[in-house]
């Protein structure tokens, strides 16, 4: 292991501070889990505000009788806004597309549960933005000793504050497909700039030699994968809606018609077996250097976890608990071979 350099006091501080930001980002990615697993995303029908209130009520009654038609007349409004927005940038078929979806206009019941979710989802992405500020701040104090990190900071910063309003636009479009998604990477990309911006002042983890450098491309190669999760997330989604979730004839079992499914999902299904294959090989050749082979044992590990809950998946539907494990274990895998790929470094 190469060891960290004497940091000065800023610079701990800015380090500490880093992770904790780039934690509760993590953190979104639990609770945006969870959110989707419940059904939660609609859980308050308005942004930044829940039912026009800084915190949700725990009763129905304490809402306006005609509360429904209120905040659909809301979103509605910011609809048309959003659609003409794509009108002006050439995309009138989408907009078109968009105003004519009848889910755009059905409006939400009020649901305690679900409301207080996506408010704490909220809650962990204002907290992310004000450990972002603290950062900035840090740069701005000393920026002869943080400058190093400036740029990646300011990365991270744009894609957080692009991710707040995208969230803002996946509650007006009642969760259109696709926005979910980029809703969901976009949050990795904000994390790997803070992580990175952090990595340029003081590794994240001790940096370490290794004879085959994988971790330059094995990063990329899951962050694809997690890509396509998010779009075979969505389109179960849509196979639901329609009524073509299920394929047996084996009684009341149910199981995800996979054959309807695109052929992204198809490469999101037997890429992993790949992966895993490829992580056990370098576990057998490097199984001599304990330094060497420990990384690919806890890649493996997480990769096998997700082909298994992938397999829970498709033969129950997407239970909600599997699919907040699938998330997690998903996000730990992409975030852990990102840091690998910032702390590796093939020997000379």
């Known amino acids: 292991m190469i060891n960290n350099t004497v940091l000065s006091g800023i610079q701990k501080i800015y380090r500490r501070i880093g992770i904790y930001t780039s934690s509760s980002v993590f953190l979104l990615f639990l609770l945006g889990s969870l959110v989707r697993a419940t059904g939660s995303g609609m859980g308050c ?68 549960v679900k409301a207080w979710i996506e408010y704490i ?38 894609f957080l504050l692009l991710n ?58 899951i962050l694809f994968v997690v890509i396509l999760g998010t779009w075979s997330r969505e389109q179960v989604d849509f196979l639901k809606q329609f009524g073509s979730i299920d394929m047996s004839d084996k009684g009341d079992a149910r199981i995800l018609n996979v054959d309807a499914m ?35 044992q806890w890649l493996f590990i997480l990769v096998f976890i997700q082909i298994a809950l992938g397999v829970i998946h498709i033969r129950f539907v997407v239970p909600a608990w599997a699919q907040v494990g699938h998330v997690l274990a998903g996000s730990t895998l992409l975030t852990v071979s990102f840091l690998l790929f910032l702390s590796s470094k093939k020997t000379t």
Not at 87 to 106: C, L, N, Q, V
Not at 183 to 200: E, M, N, R, T, Y
Request: proline content about 7%; overall charge positive.
């Open 164 to 221: 707040a309003w995208l969230g803002s636009l996946v509650v007006t479009t009642n969760l259109l497909p696709g926005m979910v998604s980029l809703h969901f990477v976009l949050a990795f990309v904000c994390l790997f700039g803070f992580i990175k911006s952090v990595d340029v002042i003081s590794p994240v983890i001790p940096r370490f030699t290794v004879v085959k450098n994988d971790y330059n491309w094995f990063w990329l190669l």
């Open 121 to 158: 989802n909220r809650l962990f992405g204002v907290l992310s933005g004000l450990l972002a500020v603290a950062m900035g701040f840090l740069i701005l104090w000393k920026p002869k000793i943080l400058g190093r990190a400036r740029g990646w900071y300011l990365f991270g910063l744009v």
């Open 262 to 296: 695109d052929i992204w999902f198809a490469i999101h299904r037997y890429m992993p077996l790949m992966i895993l294959g490829f992580l056990g090989y370098r576990w057998w050749q490097h199984k001599a250097l304990r330094e060497l082979v420990k990384p690919y």
């Open 45 to 112: 029908p308005d942004w930044p505000k829940c039912f026009g209130q800084l915190a949700p009520p725990l009763h129905v009654a304490d809402l306006p009788k005609n509360y429904q038609e209120i905040f659909l007349k809301k979103r509605v409004a910011k609809l048309e806004r959003f659609t003409a927005t794509l009108d002006k940038f050439g995309m009138g078929e989408r907009s078109a597309a968009i105003r004519k979806d009848p889910k755009m206009y059905a409006p939400e019941v009020f649901h305690p």
